[in-house]
T-cell receptor
Framework: AQSVTQLGSHVSVSEGALVLLRCNYSSSVPPYLFWYVQYPNQGLQLLLK??????LVKGINGFEAEFKKSETSFHLTKPSAHMSDAAEYFC?????????????FGKGTKLSVKP | GAVVSQHPSRVICKSGTSVKIECRSLDFQATTMFWYRQFPKQSLMLMATSNEGSKATYEQGVEKDKFLINHASLTLSTLTVTSAHPEDSSFYIC????????????FGSGTRLTVV
């Protein structure tokens, strides 16, 4: 079975500082991995995804994540935080049941950005 | 890109009444739709998977008779909360998976249900 662990339910950084949100996964099959962002009372927006190929994945809004199989990790980073990055971030893994697999979500990490 | 339109965004209803939430895929056909529930400050929990033309698959612990799911067409899936109670108050989100090079999931904007 698949599972996702996000270390740190709340991360606070200063504007302009590095953002690092940690995600470790467990999967019995080669995983498809995703990062989503959620603003209050809104749905989820895809930041980036890893399916196959290059392990360093670049997404929207300057975010990127690196798939490290040996560490079973898919940490999300951004070199310089903006105030607008303050939101809830979810890491997810797909169970890849064909193309209709379900997503398993981590508990989420709330990112706060201080001026 | 793929868009899922979810309505209503917010709804307040009285205990004992039923509420229907719709999710429509606007520019693609969604043979499958996932329905999630999100409690405050928590992650998304899968409630059920709807499949066009067949019965929905419910996760363990989810009451089938309370949360009625219908996938009437390739572009419409609905979740009806029947005989709603205050404990049903939550944020409900639908999601449709993509395929091939577009593999990924498109989420609706969510529905905030408040039962009073």
């Amino acid at each position: 079975a698949q599972s996702v662990t996000q270390l740190g339910s709340h991360v606070s950084v200063s504007e302009g500082a590095l953002v690092l949100l940690r995600c470790n996964y467990s999967s019995s099959v080669p995983p498809y991995l995703f990062w989503y962002v959620q603003y209050p009372n809104q749905g989820l927006q895809l930041l980036l995804k890893y399916t196959t190929g290059a392990t360093l994945v670049k997404g929207i809004n300057g975010f990127e994540a690196e798939f490290k199989k040996s560490e079973t990790s898919f940490h999300l980073t951004k070199p310089s935080a903006h105030m607008s990055d303050a939101a809830e971030y979810f890491c997810a893994v797909s169970d890849r049941s064909g193309s209709q697999g379900n997503l398993i979500f981590g508990k989420g990490t709330k990112l706060s950005v201080k001026p | 890109g793929a868009v899922v339109s979810q309505h209503p965004s917010r709804v307040i209803c009285k205990s004992g009444t039923s509420v229907k939430i719709e999710c429509r895929s606007l520019d693609f056909q969604a043979t499958t739709m996932f329905w999630y529930r999100q409690f405050p400050k928590q992650s998304l929990m899968l409630m059920a998977t709807s499949n066009e033309g067949s019965k929905a698959t419910y996760e363990q612990g989810v009451e089938k008779d309370k949360f009625l799911i219908n996938h009437a067409s390739l572009t419409l899936s609905t979740l009806t909360v029947t005989s709603a109670h205050p404990e049903d108050s939550s944020f409900y989100i639908c999601s449709a998976p993509g395929e091939g090079d577009n593999y990924g999931y498109t989420f609706g904007s969510g529905t905030r249900l408040t039962v009073v």
